[in-house]
């Protein structure tokens, strides 16, 4: 079986793979005070909840957009599982061609994403991922990862706004019924989603001028996607999971030669 994980900035995504089937899925809160031994009996507690020893995982592949986690993980993962795990980065093939300036700026999540995408819906596509940060990624009909933008997280935007007033409360992110509302809490929510979704909505409709990819699939991903994309008619494609089968993707595009 094989693991993937995906260290982000707030959450810490994992998934056990057996073949192209999702066995099972994890998450883990960020947390850059761990060690790789708290990390380690974390992983193999939640594993054993369901049914997976750790000697079931025979490979690992991980992405990741918090460098002061890097190495805390692939220390895990050397001693828990004792193989060294395959790292997206500079050097890994992902069948696209990265179209940008400089290829090692792009994050490893945004290649994940652009992969899984292009592999599973085709080109051209935009992908739209929300969560600390917002990224906007494009891919033409040919493969290649032409570029975006990153723009704030929808949980950020919250905590900025409240963090950064001196009445204004903590709010969950849920959204109110109505666009007009009638306190200060829902005032906020109405706000910053309703906000929000403008935002995603304005660029997808930029990104699609400038590109001419009029036809382009919107695909969204993160977990904060449903919340602004079910709203909004720009959005074509809710995929939760597109992070993780991208991981798989690109695992079984740099093995396959082994395996010949």
Known sequence: MLLVIDI???NIKMAVFDNDEIVMSLRLATAVGKTSDEYGLNVKELLASGGIKLSDITAVIMSS???NLNYTFEHMVMYYFKVRPMIVGA????????RYTDPKEVGGDRIVNSVAAYRTYGGPVIVVDCGTATTFNVISE???FLGGLISFGLKTSADALSGCTAKLPKIELVAPPEIVCRS?????QSGIINGFIGMVE??????KEETGYADAKVVATGG?????????????????TLTLRGLNMIYKLNTARDKQ
């Not at 050097?91 to 990265?98: A, D, E, Q, R």
């Not at 200060?184 to 906020?188: P, S, V």
């Not at 304005?202 to 990104?207: A, L, N, R, S």
């Open 8 to 10: 982000g900035n707030t």
């Open 65 to 67: 957009v918090n460098p």
């Open 91 to 98: 050097g890994i093939k992902t069948g696209l061609h990265i």
């Open 142 to 144: 040919k493969g290649e």
């Open 184 to 188: 200060t809490i829902t005032n906020m």
């Open 202 to 207: 304005h660029i997808i409709f930029k990104i």
């Open 224 to 240: 904060l996607s449903e919340l602004i994309g079910r709203d909004s008619p720009a959005i074509d494609i809710f995929d939760r």
